[in-house]
């Protein structure tokens, strides 16, 4: 079984008088029609974007998430001739320049930045020099969603459904991820990070008592902005996280946690 949730893939075989079952898991995202207007208007996909710099002989990728990359193109700042333009007022600039040839056809488009100067590009948490900047755009239908709403990543990954596909006969089932209740074991300890993958929310527990933990939400990108808090939290939701281990992730939830808590607003 072929598995993509979570960001991992692992191969499971069960021998059954020494028969292999193939299966592929694929994860699909669908509003419900509560969530729906029922009108469709055009909207521009930006994606695969790419920054080169001076420092670094590879291209640097930023996050395909909708909710990260955004937050990433509107916090990225560059000095332009004396104005401080984000990274997404550039490529709006030159989206501006392409508007007779966008439709749905995928399209790269690069441009080079005109004065070279060094800046922070969050999340990906390097200090830079931009030369250029490399993207894919295309038109796609849309359906905007009743009044005001969560993130757009937020509202897909509470909506997402799993298809369950035989590889051999082709049979499918889908499963609704609100119905299987996927869970982990994780026991939540003070002084710890955790990461909800469902919802990419970071979270540091700060302490516990009796059956409540009490957390820092470290990281989430909502609308652009990055969204942090503290509060208390039911030990029972233990099992929606997992704790982080990757070295490069701490390093970066360390420093937000930091001025967190030297600016708690």
């Given at each position: ?11 499971l075989?069960f ?9 592929t ?43 990260k ?14 104005h ?17 040839n ?26 830079v020099?931009i ?17 005001r709403?969560?993130?757009q ?7 997402k459904?799993?298809?369950l ?26 002084g ?9 929310f970071?979270?540091y ?26 509060g ?9 996280l ?24």
């Amino acid at each position: 079984m072929s598995v993509s949730s979570y960001g991992y893939i692992c191969f499971l075989v069960f021998p059954l008088n020494f028969l292999i079952y193939l299966h592929t898991l694929k994860e699909i995202h669908e509003l419900t029609e509560e969530d729906l207007s029922g009108k469709f208007t055009p909207a521009l996909n930006i994606y695969s974007v790419f920054i080169k710099t001076l420092e670094y002989y590879k291209n640097i990728a930023l996050p395909e998430q909708s909710n990260k990359l955004n937050y990433v193109l509107n916090n990225t700042f560059l000095d332009i001739n004396g104005h401080k333009l984000s990274l997404l007022n550039l490529i709006d600039k030159e989206l501006l320049a392409l508007t007779s040839n966008i439709d749905q056809t995928e399209r790269s488009h690069s441009f080079c930045i005109p004065n070279v100067c060094e800046t922070f590009v969050p999340i990906v948490e390097k200090t830079v020099t931009i030369k250029e900047v490399q993207f894919k755009y295309k038109l796609v239908p849309a359906v905007i969603v009743k009044g005001r709403t969560l993130d757009q990543f937020l509202l897909n990954q509470s909506n997402k459904t799993l298809k369950l596909k035989n590889a051999i006969n082709e049979k499918e089932k889908t499963f609704s991820l609100k119905d299987l209740h996927p869970g982990f074991d994780t026991k939540l300890e003070a002084g710890k990070y955790y990461h909800n993958p469902k919802l990419d929310f970071y979270y540091y527990c700060e302490t516990i008592k009796d059956e409540t933990a009490y957390v820092y939400v470290v990281e989430t990108y909502q609308h652009g902005r990055l969204i942090q808090m503290y509060g208390p939290m039911d030990i029972s939701n233990a099992k929606d996280l997992i704790e982080v281990s990757d070295k490069s992730v701490l390093k970066r939830l360390k420093k937000r946690l930091a001025k967190l808590k030297q600016n708690p607003k």
